[in-house]
């Protein structure tokens, strides 16, 4: 489970100088590329400090990535009843401070336009958006702004009046795109469940959208603009919930890295 919360220099602190003084327990580069450093902190006193920070400065964690695991669980927990094996009260997690976290983009890849013609599509896309050709891939820069991958050509999307609110979720660009484009135009109703779509991550790259669009795979893409760690506490501390596959978190730990054992 892949956990988020707010900074708290303290924290940091006590974290950064056990690094500093300590050595870790394991070292090692994956397969791709990322190194992985793990310590131990087996001081009862450090524990106890950060234990104690934790219980008065962080009033709550973010789930980042794992929310359908942690749904799980805790259904298996409660169909146990009474009989519960030991560990199973609880589950492994990673914690990261915000200010160590990076979000990236989270585009969007969709395999036919549902029946129109590219003409058609731009004519209905101009009603709510404004379009530029552009000269090489597009890595939104703002908030509204998208980038769309169409016959070999990238061409720039500026979000217009009326096409979003000020909410917390209408205000995301998953949101925009997925209300004026994916729904409306290209009969995407469910991101969760259609199989004509399909989520890239951004550290594979813009050139993975052109590469499966030039393939024939895939008719369109768009390039979205990051969500905020800001906005994505915003969401959570307002009760509301992320839309789907609209964060793409890093650093992130190799499965099966560490592991929780559950005895019965």
């Known amino acids: 489970m892949f956990l988020a919360y707010k900074n708290v220099d303290e924290i940091d602190m006590l974290i950064n100088k056990w690094k500093q003084d300590k050595n870790p327990v394991y070292d090692l580069v994956a397969d791709d590329k990322i190194q992985?450093?793990?310590w131990i902190v087996n001081d009862n006193k450090v524990i106890d400090k950060?234990?104690?920070?934790?219980?008065?400065?962080?009033?709550a964690t973010y789930i980042a990535d794992g929310h359908h695991r942690a749904a799980s669980a805790a259904k298996v927990r409660k169909a146990l009843g009474k009989k519960v094996p030991v560990g199973a009260d609880i589950f492994l997690t990673t914690l990261f401070p915000s200010n160590q976290l990076r979000i990236m983009d989270y585009n969007r890849l969709v395999k036919d336009l549902n029946g129109?013609?590219?003409?058609?599509?731009?004519?209905?896309l101009e009603e709510k958006f404004s379009i530029e050709k552009a000269a090489a891939a597009v890595a939104p820069s703002q908030?509204?702004?998208?980038?769309?991958?169409?016959?070999?050509?990238?061409?720039?999307?500026?979000?217009?009046?009326?096409?979003?609110?000020?909410?917390?979720?209408?205000?995301?660009?998953?949101?925009?795109?997925?209300?004026?484009?994916?729904?409306?135009?290209l009969d995407i109703k469910d991101p969760r469940t259609d199989t004509r779509?399909?989520?890239?991550?951004?550290?594979?790259?813009?050139?993975?959208?052109?590469?499966?669009?030039?393939?024939?795979?895939?008719?369109?893409a768009?390039?979205?603009y990051p969500v905020s760690i800001q906005q994505l506490f915003d969401i959570a501390d307002s009760g509301n919930v992320m839309p789907p596959k609209s964060t793409w978190f890093e650093p992130k730990l190799r499965d099966g890295l560490l592991t929780h054992l559950i005895n019965d």
């Open 143 to 185: 908030l509204h702004e998208f980038g769309m991958y169409l016959g070999k050509q990238w061409y720039t999307l500026t979000a217009k009046e009326g096409t979003y609110t000020t909410d917390p979720i209408g205000i995301l660009d998953v949101t925009i795109l997925q209300d004026n484009v994916l729904n409306p135009l």
């Open 36 to 38: 992985h450093s793990i």
């Open 116 to 124: 129109l013609s590219r003409e058609e599509l731009f004519q209905k």
């Open 222 to 224: 768009f390039s979205l």
């Open 197 to 220: 779509i399909d989520f890239v991550g951004g550290i594979r790259g813009l050139g993975e959208l052109e590469k499966r669009v030039d393939s024939g795979e895939m008719a369109v």
């Open 50 to 59: 950060i234990s104690e920070l934790f219980k008065t400065q962080v009033p």
